[in-house]
Protein backbone atom coordinates (compact mmCIF):
# COMPACT_ATOMS: atom_id res chain seq x y z
CA UNK A 1 0.00 0.00 0.00
CA UNK A 2 2.89 2.41 0.56
CA UNK A 3 4.06 1.94 -3.36
CA UNK A 4 0.82 3.16 -3.94
CA UNK A 5 0.45 5.90 -2.13
CA UNK A 6 3.81 7.44 -3.24
CA UNK A 7 3.04 6.87 -6.59
CA UNK A 8 -0.49 8.83 -6.28
CA UNK A 9 1.61 11.55 -4.68
CA UNK A 10 3.99 11.81 -7.45
CA UNK A 11 1.67 11.44 -9.99
CA UNK A 12 -0.70 14.52 -8.34
CA UNK A 13 2.19 16.41 -8.04
CA UNK A 14 3.18 16.03 -11.95
CA UNK A 15 -0.48 16.86 -12.54
CA UNK A 16 -0.23 20.21 -10.48
CA UNK A 17 3.15 21.00 -12.45
CA UNK A 18 1.79 20.47 -15.44
CA UNK A 19 -1.22 22.87 -14.89
CA UNK A 20 1.21 25.62 -13.17
CA UNK A 21 3.64 25.25 -16.68
CA UNK A 22 0.47 25.62 -18.69
CA UNK A 23 -1.11 28.42 -16.96
CA UNK A 24 2.38 30.40 -16.72
CA UNK A 25 3.41 29.59 -20.24
CA UNK A 26 0.26 30.98 -21.99
CA UNK A 27 0.68 34.35 -19.65
CA UNK A 28 -1.45 36.88 -20.43
CA UNK A 29 -3.27 35.98 -23.24
CA UNK A 30 -7.27 35.09 -23.26
CA UNK A 31 -8.55 32.06 -22.64
CA UNK A 32 -11.13 31.64 -25.04
CA UNK A 33 -13.71 33.57 -26.85
CA UNK A 34 -17.96 33.42 -26.97
CA UNK A 35 -17.44 31.39 -30.06
CA UNK A 36 -15.41 28.56 -28.30
CA UNK A 37 -17.70 28.76 -25.55
CA UNK A 38 -20.84 28.22 -27.41
CA UNK A 39 -19.23 25.11 -29.40
CA UNK A 40 -18.36 23.62 -26.65
CA UNK A 41 -21.83 23.93 -24.89
CA UNK A 42 -23.27 22.95 -28.23
CA UNK A 43 -20.76 20.14 -28.58
CA UNK A 44 -21.06 18.54 -25.40
CA UNK A 45 -25.29 18.70 -25.05
CA UNK A 46 -25.66 17.24 -28.35
CA UNK A 47 -22.92 14.48 -27.41
CA UNK A 48 -24.98 13.69 -23.82
CA UNK A 49 -28.18 13.70 -26.28
CA UNK A 50 -26.25 11.03 -28.49
CA UNK A 51 -25.11 9.26 -25.37
CA UNK A 52 -28.84 8.75 -23.75
CA UNK A 53 -30.35 7.82 -27.14
CA UNK A 54 -27.23 5.14 -27.16
CA UNK A 55 -28.36 4.19 -23.43
CA UNK A 56 -31.63 3.60 -24.66
CA UNK A 57 -31.06 1.49 -27.40
CA UNK A 58 -28.59 -0.37 -25.38
CA UNK A 59 -31.09 -1.31 -22.56
CA UNK A 60 -33.03 -2.22 -25.15
CA UNK A 61 -30.94 -4.52 -26.60
CA UNK A 62 -30.34 -6.04 -23.63
CA UNK A 63 -34.15 -6.23 -22.35
CA UNK A 64 -35.28 -7.93 -25.47
CA UNK A 65 -31.99 -10.23 -25.10
CA UNK A 66 -30.64 -9.54 -28.43
CA UNK A 67 -27.20 -8.80 -26.60
CA UNK A 68 -25.46 -9.86 -23.45
CA UNK A 69 -23.21 -7.43 -22.01
CA UNK A 70 -21.32 -6.82 -18.31
CA UNK A 71 -21.89 -4.00 -16.80
CA UNK A 72 -18.59 -2.10 -17.22
CA UNK A 73 -18.25 -3.21 -20.76
CA UNK A 74 -21.30 -0.91 -20.87
CA UNK A 75 -20.38 1.89 -19.06
CA UNK A 76 -17.01 1.82 -21.47
CA UNK A 77 -18.70 1.75 -24.73
CA UNK A 78 -21.05 4.69 -23.73
CA UNK A 79 -18.54 6.88 -22.15
CA UNK A 80 -16.66 6.20 -25.30
CA UNK A 81 -19.73 6.78 -27.90
CA UNK A 82 -20.49 10.11 -25.65
CA UNK A 83 -16.63 11.31 -26.09
CA UNK A 84 -16.36 10.24 -29.87
CA UNK A 85 -19.14 11.98 -30.22
CA UNK A 86 -18.39 15.05 -28.12
CA UNK A 87 -15.09 15.55 -30.05
CA UNK A 88 -16.88 15.05 -33.91
CA UNK A 89 -19.23 17.63 -32.98
CA UNK A 90 -16.82 20.14 -31.89
CA UNK A 91 -14.82 19.77 -34.44
CA UNK A 92 -17.52 19.87 -36.64
CA UNK A 93 -18.81 23.21 -35.36
CA UNK A 94 -15.30 24.52 -35.03
CA UNK A 95 -15.28 23.91 -38.70
CA UNK A 96 -18.64 24.96 -39.74
CA UNK A 97 -18.11 28.76 -38.23
CA UNK A 98 -21.50 28.56 -35.71
CA UNK A 99 -23.55 26.71 -34.38
CA UNK A 100 -26.70 27.19 -35.82
CA UNK A 101 -28.37 24.23 -37.32
Known sequence: M???AVFLAIVGLAG???ALALRWRDGDQPEGDERSGK???YGAAYAWLIGLYFITVLMLGVYFSM???STVNALV???????ASAI????YFRHKGDVDW
Open 39 to 41: IWA
Open 88 to 91: ILMR
Open 16 to 18: IAI
Open 67 to 69: ISI
Open 77 to 83: IVAGVMV
Open 2 to 4: GHN
